[in-house]
T-cell receptor, first 113, second 112 residues
Framework: GAVVSQHPSRVICKSGTSVKIECRSL??????MFWYRQFPKQSLMLMAT?????????EQGVEKDKFLINHASLTLSTLTVTSAHPEDSSFYIC?????????FGPGTRLTVL | GQNIDQPTEMTATEGAIVQINCTYQ??????LFWYQQHAGEAPTFLSY????GLEEKGRFSSFLSRSKGYSYLLLKELQMKDSASYLC?????????????FGGGTRVLVKP
């Protein structure tokens, strides 16, 4: 199957700093990528749909100014958590849309102190 | 909006069979996926149903009834490594890029 990578896999930062997470589709071009957030023992919650060359579409309740998404190429989308706070600590997962399904990255564990 | 419901937790014995049900209420249904997710890892694709009936793939089978808004994932000959969360997800017609809506997930614990 298709391969999607995420970097970094784990990040610890101080409150108030910004953190950038990269999502790459390694062997196919993805016009659409998705960003999810998952809290412990909960399911995936879709944050936004990232469209190459256009603005991201955010789900209700997700602050677009806090979670900046850039999808500058067909193989790369980035999520920047600006001015991170402890409540932003979570598991962030991206996925890239393939022909029949979504392919998920390995996730990024963010811990904000 | 969409409602996707599945049980929160299930426990089964190694070697047994477990059936995880998923019910959904959506408009413009265009397919249902099952994913497996181990703790701290990303979901991995298990199955996709868009037509009614049973899809069998080794120890795992998935069933869909569109008229009833119902699906199940059947795990046979359970192994300890099958302990994981199982996520039911629906894709809508005209959903951009196969946008998925996930249920809450079912945590399956396999005991010796």
């Amino acid at each position: 199957g298709a391969v999607v990578s995420q970097h970094p896999s784990r990040v610890i930062c101080k409150s108030g700093t910004s953190v950038k997470i990269e999502c790459r589709s390694l062997d196919f071009q993805a016009t659409t990528m998705f960003w999810y957030r998952q809290f412990p023992k909960q399911s995936l919650m879709l944050m936004a749909t990232s469209n190459e060359g256009s603005k991201a579409t955010y789900e209700q309740g997700v602050e677009k100014d806090k979670f900046l998404i850039n999808h500058a190429s067909l193989t790369l989308s980035t999520l920047t958590v600006t001015s991170a706070h402890p409540e932003d600590s979570s598991f962030y997962i991206c996925s890239a849309s393939g022909r029949d399904t979504q392919y998920f990255g390995p996730g990024t564990r963010l811990t904000v102190l | 909006g969409q409602n996707i419901d599945q049980p929160t937790e299930m426990t089964a014995t190694e070697g047994a069979i477990v059936q995880i049900n998923c019910t959904y209420q959506t408009s413009g249904f265009n397919g249902l996926f099952w994913y497996q997710q181990h703790a701290g890892e990303a979901p991995t694709f298990l199955s996709y149903n868009v037509l009614d009936g049973l899809e069998e793939k080794g120890r795992f089978s998935s069933f869909l009834s569109r008229s009833k808004g119902y699906s199940y994932l059947l795990l046979k000959e359970l192994q300890m490594k099958d302990s994981a969360s199982y996520l039911c997800a629906v894709v809508m017609i005209k959903a951009a890029g196969n946008k998925l809506t996930f249920g809450g997930g079912t945590r399956v614990l396999v005991k010796p």
